[in-house]
């Protein structure tokens, strides 16, 4: 089979970059994935009681982007929806991000904006250095919230103590003097009207894309002529782990449905103390269903070593210098794109604004947001 370009992997950055290969340059495209579905870890599925199921961990689209947003609109309507989290603190649900409403229910009090930041001007530990993620977040709120609302889920979540954890690990934490609840603020906020897997299945949809599934790159290695191949998977992996493995945090979903109508007040509740999940997604408050029971998925995070379903880069100063090494390996037949390819936190409007604004060649292309 002779074409132009392999892609390697059809998640959301294997997809987009297949179409926008196909439509504005013509080429041919074999897009090869060893997953029995598209979508990557995007993809979603309906369960038997019709209820939209992501399995791989809740996915909630935003950006602050209208070239990706009208790109994708091109392939999927959209169901309004604005994400809402709750913390689950002995037992009280607690809005987060921290608001106007979260402190005062936490310390029983009635503070306005103005006394909210004395507060945390006031308990805020004072460093002159940050060495680690205890040191990022108390230094912004102090020990009272830094200990109920992110010592221990911050742990759970990357398996260290927050001393051992660097603080690139966490960004500001944002503190709200308003009683804004919604988890984003993006312009863009909503989920594909059928769900990720319709909207990437549609973006493939392309006379000049051929797709492979349930087919590993390492089995048609050599098989296929193609002018350059484009890499989604693990860039380690490609390279037969010549340098070591780079490490990657999993997280394990267990699913679970119950005859109830609903299970909690919003989609996500995050649980920072006791258990071993992070946080449970009930998947019905994404979508409006009839449906009588409702599904839960329960998040537990494990591993810091190589697993098969690698969820996060791990982004210490060490893996990336690992990474680094992998990815200066002369290589002008294949480009390494995507969350596996670059080793990289990318969320799925950051990776689809990163392909359609670049020629994957390093060429910026004009910046056309409004
Ligand atoms: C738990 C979790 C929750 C997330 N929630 C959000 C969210 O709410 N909002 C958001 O915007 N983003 C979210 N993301 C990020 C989002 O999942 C990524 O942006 C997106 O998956 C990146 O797409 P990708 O194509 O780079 O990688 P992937 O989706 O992982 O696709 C890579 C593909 O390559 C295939 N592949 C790998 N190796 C091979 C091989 N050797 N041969 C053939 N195929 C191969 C894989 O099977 C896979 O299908 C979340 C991520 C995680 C881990």
Redesign the pocket.
């Known amino acids: 089979m002779k074409i132009d370009a392999l892609i390697?992997?059809?998640?959301?950055?294997?997809s987009v970059l297949a179409r926008k290969l196909a439509e504005e340059q013509g080429q041919q495209i074999l897009v090869?994935?060893?997953?029995n579905h598209v979508g990557?870890?995007?993809y979603d599925y309906r369960d038997e009681n019709g209820i939209l199921i992501h399995k791989?961990?809740?996915?909630?689209?935003r950006t602050d982007s209208k070239e990706v947003w009208k790109f994708l609109s091109r392939f999927t309507d959209w169901q309004d929806y604005q994400h809402k989290v709750l913390a689950n603190v002995n037992g009280h649900f607690y809005p987060m991000p921290i608001n106007l409403d979260t402190v005062n229910q936490y310390l029983g009090t009635q503070y306005t904006a103005e006394d909210v930041e004395e507060y945390f001007e006031e308990h805020k530990i004072s460093l002159i250095e940050i060495n680690n993620v205890k040191d990022v977040i108390e230094s912004q709120i102090g020990p009272e919230f830094y200990h109920a609302f992110f010592e221990h889920y911050t742990e759970k979540q990357w398996g260290l103590p927050c001393e051992e954890l660097p603080p690139e690990i966490v960004a500001r934490i944002p503190i709200r003097k308003n009683r804004d609840d919604r988890y984003f603020t993006h312009c863009y906020q909503a989920l594909p009207k059928d769900g990720y897997t319709n909207m990437i299945q549609n973006i493939l949809d392309h006379p000049n894309i051929h797709i492979l599934l349930n087919?590993?790159?390492?089995d048609i290695k050599g098989a296929i002529e193609s002018k350059h191949t484009y890499y989604?998977?693990?860039i380690d992996?490609y390279y037969n782990y010549c340098y070591g493995k780079l490490p990657y945090r999993n997280?394990t979903f267990k699913f679970e449905t119950y005859p109830v109508e609903q299970y909690q007040p919003v989609s996500v509740v995050n649980y920072p103390n006791n258990y071993d999940y992070t946080r449970i997604t009930e998947f019905k408050h994404f979508y409006p269903s009839r449906s009588s029971c409702t599904v839960i998925a329960k998040e537990i995070p494990s591993g810091g070593g190589y697993c098969n379903e690698s969820?996060?880069p791990i982004p210490t100063s060490v893996n990336k210098e690992l990474y680094r090494k992998y990815a200066s390996i002369p290589n002008k037949k294949v480009t390494f794109i995507?969350?596996?390819g670059e080793y990289k936190y990318?969320?799925?409007?950051q990776?689809v604004e990163y392909i359609l604004r670049n020629d994957i060649s390093g060429r910026r292309k004009e910046k056309t947001d409004g």
Do not use: N, Q, W
């Open positions: 390697v992997g059809a998640g959301i950055a294997g090869v994935d060893k997953r990557g870890y995007c791989y961990g809740p996915h909630i689209f087919t590993d790159f390492k989604s998977g693990p992996e997280v969820a996060y995507g969350r596996l990318y969320s799925m409007d990776i």
